[in-house]
């Protein structure tokens, strides 16, 4: 069966840094985009960056733009985030999510989650 599993998070202070990794496991990873995304208390889940299969191609919300970073490797199974001059409004539960579709049928996959927690 398809896993996301997240790793990564903590505390940090505003201005620091973290990387997330998420492994993946039980599909092709590599025939897949992948995407991060985040739910901060009292708010929906939104898209912070995404990530083409073979990474010639990434987006990323206006709000992380020129601070955080996805990449991927696909010979590990694996897709970053690199979280750079981390503000409070970071904080958030950052998840994991690839949508896949081996028969047609879109299937839409998500990561347990891992903290992010920005002191100022």
């Known amino acids: 069966q398809v896993q996301l599993v997240e790793s990564g998070g903590g505390l940090v202070q505003a201005g620091g840094s973290l990387r997330l990794s998420c492994a993946g496991s039980g599909f092709t990873f590599s025939r897949y985009a992948m995407s991060w995304y985040r739910q901060a208390p009292g708010k929906e889940r939104e898209l912070v960056a995404s990530?083409?299969?073979?990474?010639?191609?990434?987006n990323y919300a206006d709000s992380v733009k020129s601070r955080f970073t996805i990449s991927r490797d696909n010979a590990k199974n694996t897709v970053y985030l690199q979280m750079n001059s981390l503000k409070s409004e970071d904080t958030a539960v950052y998840y994991c999510?690839?949508?896949?579709?081996?028969?047609?049928?879109?299937?839409?996959?998500w990561g347990q989650g891992t903290q992010v927690t920005v002191s100022s």
């Open positions: 990530i083409s299969n073979v990474g010639g191609s990434t």
């Open positions: 999510n690839t949508i896949t579709a081996p028969f047609g049928t879109a299937n839409v996959y």
